[in-house]
DNA sequence: GCGAATCTTAAACAAACGTTTAATCAAGGT
DNA sequence: ACCTTGATTAAACGTTTGTTTAAGATTCGC
């Protein structure tokens, strides 16, 4: 018999590179980036310490590409669902449900993304600088000048834009500590969260009194 | 003349052990709990460094009180304004301006309690989730079962909490950043951002069209 | 089969980490 | 003056940190 069945005899079939971010993802929600050390990770994506430098370059570079592949993805479901000629209403409904389901494929990602938003490391702060301005002007254009424009109050993107995406990370944000309080009935489903979401930013608490396929 | 003018030679005339605790929430909320050194701490708050363990006993200890003084606080305020005989509005609304006020005193606190709040850290996350069985028995007490009963959906007090603290916290959790975006014309007062975050979670974005003092 | 990438490894590096120890300093009580 | 108590200090403890190096495997084009 040979030595290892498949070329790459690790877990989960995955080639390395790949194996070690799918573990930083997993390991830095949980400890935190700082909290982290590569060893603990090499060892959890089955790969030796060396293979990180080598791939990544550095520590911080890794972190990099894990905020930039979830930054990305969700900049890409704002362009996709917030632009168009359709009601304002209609695309904030698509958005938050698209945004949301997003979110639930990827929440130890968004975990991290949340986690190191606010930290100022100058090497990757220009970046996610960047990124916000992207975000920024599309919720400008798409979401509060329509709203002024239909009567409504002219609201500062710097402001719709975290509160959006707090309302919609907010069911994983919380979620370790949640599932920490012991058994819950009453767990909705991804689907109806981001209904529920939907509605509560469109028409508020009261307007929470339908269930989605009643509506 | 004497070695040092006051007993306290240091900055700030804060005794020694606020003075550190001042420096670590200060520190953490920048750089994480697992990014900071003790070292670098001691510095930053004119201390010595054997003094962080002579007073907490250890790093953890520190971060507990730090996660705990807030917390404690925030708790304190959702009893306050959350319970009564009023209506549901007017309590979410006092509720909410008074959290929001709290959350803007103390913003550097809320940074480091919500990115430390997923970890799951086997020796703070009992107590972390003690005070999650509180807040919640409370949320679901004073405004998902009296909003069930006046008609509408019967909603998690596991889904309502974490939205109205994300929703509240956005701006805070966002500033950092927002703040390396470049100049910002349009930026609301504390007051006016609370007023808003109410009439956003009691009526939704369509009902913001009024500024705080026209309504 | 041979050279050339590409990937993987073990070992070592200095630096920083959290924590502990023992000695010194300053006050207060008696 | 003396003892006690709390605060503060410098120094060292053993680990662990992120990163680098140089050598060895593996794969692929030709």
């Known amino acids: 018999m040979g030595k290892k069945v498949n070329r790459k005899g690790q877990q989960g079939d ?18 935190g980036y700082g909290g982290t050390g590569l060893r603990e990770l090499a060892a959890a994506a089955g790969v030796n310490l060396a293979m990180i430098n080598y791939f990544f370059g550095s520590k911080k570079a ?11 993805g969700y900049l890409a479901v704002a362009r996709q669902e917030l632009a168009g000629d359709e009601p304002l209403t209609l695309r904030l409904e698509r958005f938050i449900r ?9 929440p130890d990602a968004l975990l ?7 930290r100022d490391d100058p090497e990757i702060i220009e970046y996610k600088a960047a990124w916000g301005r ?25 402001l719709v834009g975290p509160m959006l995406t707090s309302m919609m990370a907010s069911r994983f944000l919380f979620a370790p500590l949640m599932e920490h309080l012991g ?10 969260y981001g209904h529920l979401v939907s509605t509560l930013f469109l028409h508020g608490i009261a307007g929470t009194g339908s269930r989605p396929e009643e509506e």
């Open 14 to 31: 995955l080639p390395s590179r790949e194996r070690i971010i799918a573990a930083a993802v997993h390991l830095f929600a949980r400890q």
């Open 62 to 72: 890794l972190l990099k590409e894990i905020l930039d592949g979830f930054l990305e």
């Open 98 to 106: 698209r945004a949301v389901d997003y979110f639930d494929a990827n």
């Open 112 to 118: 991290v993304t949340i986690t190191e938003l606010p």
């Open 134 to 158: 992207q975000m920024m002007a599309i919720i400008d254009r798409e979401v509060c000048m329509p709203l002024a424009d239909q009567g409504g109050r002219r609201l500062p993107p710097r």
């Open 183 to 192: 058994p819950d009935e009453q767990t909705l489903s991804t689907g109806e």
